[in-house]
């Protein structure tokens, strides 16, 4: 099948053999996010990019990748105006709310959890959850998946590369199950999970006797034996469970 200009990324992450082709392509994208977000582009500087992450913000793991990526003066501009902004809602919030008075059952109900959040847990716990880059990973993301499911029906050549490739991570697996119930028909899916089955299982048994080889290394009587595949199965093992590359340096402003 001809490729076109949509689909190179994805056939590039798969073909690359990775663990997980969507930790892959999820890397390029929150890459991209952070060099558009403080690169040379001096996005910041632009009032539109501003309004938006000065609604958004961006989620603790973020700010901290920000702050690695570099780029002090970016990073002071773009948390300049969000506090701006911050601070407004702050001053609102706090001047809606009272404290009420709570019953013995409404106390009981929040020590075991069932109660309802204080408004102004809730209205932090949104600022938490709400990031800038979070969402142009994931709005990009969303398309790749669609991408993934019109290749897997339409490019034999595709399907058998994943079929016989190293599967996926369990959380992008997750996300693949929940997403082929939308885009593959009721005869499609029954071809599809047994296969996807399969190939998960295998990979996981092969990533086990990797971690296993490796580990019995340390065992002075393997010291001269061969590696085998174990010398980076530990970060591919954390990969395999939880997606993301362990090992990866900082990316930093080029």
């Known amino acids: 099948m001809k490729e076109k200009l949509y689909t190179i990324p994805l056939n590039d992450a798969v073909n690359v053999q990775d663990e997980c082709p969507f930790c892959f392509i999820e890397r390029k994208l929150e890459q991209d996010m952070l060099d558009f977000v403080l690169g040379s582009s001096s996005s910041y500087m632009e009032s539109d990019i501003r309004e938006q992450t000065d609604k958004a913000g961006f ?14 003066l970016g990073n002071s501009l773009i948390l300049k105006t969000h506090y701006q902004k911050l ?5 609102e919030q706090f001047a809606s709310y009272t404290p009420g008075k709570t019953s013995l ?3 009981l109900r929040r020590s075991t959890g069932d109660g309802d959040n204080n408004p ?3 209205w932090t ?4 959850c709400s990031c800038y880059i979070c969402r142009g990973v994931q709005d990009t993301f969303d398309r790749y998946i669609e991408t993934f499911f019109y290749l897997y029906r339409n490019d034999p050549a595709f399907k ?4 016989t490739g190293k599967g996926f991570c369990l959380h992008h697996f997750g996300i693949l199950c929940g997403s082929a119930d939308r885009y593959l028909n009721d005869k499609e899916r029954e ?3 047994p296969a996807m089955f399969e190939l998960m299982e295998k990979n996981f048994e092969r990533i086990e006797e990797d971690i296993t080889w490796l580990i019995d290394k340390f065992d002075y009587r393997n010291k001269d034996a061969d590696w085998k595949n174990s010398k980076d199965a530990l970060q591919r093992g954390m990969q395999k469970l939880r997606g993301g590359y362990p090992a990866d340096p ?3 402003a080029k």
């Open 87 to 91: 601070r407004k809602e702050m001053h």
């Open 120 to 122: 102004i847990q809730s």
């Open 160 to 163: 058998e590369k994943i079929n």
């Open 59 to 72: 989620c603790r793991e973020h700010t901290k990748k920000m702050f690695d990526y570099g780029n002090t």
């Open 105 to 107: 059952l409404g106390r």
């Open 125 to 128: 716990e949104s600022k938490d």
């Open 250 to 252: 900082v990316h930093k």
């Open 191 to 193: 071809v599809f999970y």
